[in-house]
């Protein structure tokens, strides 16, 4: 079964500065999907930046990108340039290609700070 | 753009009520779920269905129940309602992989945050 840990609880970053969230995961497949997720303040979860583990390249997203490391089963995503409206809780998350679910991280709180 | 509503946004309601949860999607999508989750805490998968007339249980055992009657729509219920059910739910929907590409992802519905007196 697919685990994920996120062992970053809380986290808070000055505005402008660049964060990286960590993100660790553990399966038995050989190809997968990875996701990072935000979920703002009594908002909607919206998808953050997405990806597949047979691209060894890693994902961007204008000022998100992904750190991923699949030897290691690490999966980090740095914020560049961290905007008030980045404050949020944010999600990692993994699906197998052979399973229909969705395993998620416990989440990180992180707040951007003026 | 990914269209999954949920209604209603916000509910109060007393002990012993019989509740529904609606989520609907408009994106056709076979593959649709039910979290559980306390402000600003982890989610937690109470219902999954993998097409019309399918239902599964999640990881956390919950007193509600689901139907998938057609593809859109997914409602839970609540036969009577406890403080102990006080809690946010949302609903995602996702396509099966392999198809259109990319979006393999989940979508989420904006949630309903239920409180039970």
């Known amino acids: 079964a697919q685990t994920v840990t996120q062992s970053q609880p809380e986290m808070s970053v000055q505005e402008a500065e660049t964060v990286t969230l960590s993100c660790t995961y553990d399966?038995?497949?050989?190809?997968?999907?990875l996701f990072w997720y935000k979920q703002p303040p009594s908002r909607q979860m919206i998808l953050v930046i997405r990806?597949?583990?047979?691209?060894?390249q890693n994902a961007t997203e204008n000022r998100f990108s992904v750190n991923f490391q699949k030897a290691a089963k690490s999966f980090s995503l740095k914020i560049s340039d961290s905007q008030l409206g980045d404050t949020a809780m944010y999600f990692c998350?993994?699906?197998?290609?052979?399973?229909?679910?969705?395993?998620f991280g416990p989440g990180t709180r992180l707040s951007v700070l003026p | 753009e990914a269209d999954i509503y949920q209604t209603p946004r916000y509910l109060v309601i007393g002990t012993g009520k019989k509740i529904t949860l609606e989520c609907s999607q408009t994106?056709?999508?076979?593959?649709m779920y039910w979290y559980q989750q306390d402000p600003g805490m982890e989610l937690h998968l109470i219902h999954y269905?993998?097409?019309?007339?399918?239902?599964e249980k999640g990881d956390l055992s919950s007193e509600s129940t689901v139907s998938r009657i057609r593809t859109e729509h997914f409602p839970l219920t609540l036969e009577s309602a406890r403080p102990s059910h006080t809690s946010q739910y949302l609903c995602?929907?996702?396509?099966?992989?392999?198809?259109?590409?990319?979006?393999?992802?989940?979508?989420f519905g904006p949630g309903t945050r239920l409180t039970v007196l």
């Open positions: 995602a929907s996702s396509e099966s992989l392999g198809l259109a590409g990319d979006r393999n992802e989940q979508f």
């Open positions: 399966t038995s497949e050989s190809n997968y999907y």
């Open positions: 990806q597949e583990a047979y691209k060894q």
């Open positions: 998350a993994a699906r197998n290609s052979y399973g229909q679910n969705f395993v």
């Open positions: 994106m056709g999508h076979d593959k």
């Open positions: 269905s993998y097409g019309v007339n399918s239902t």
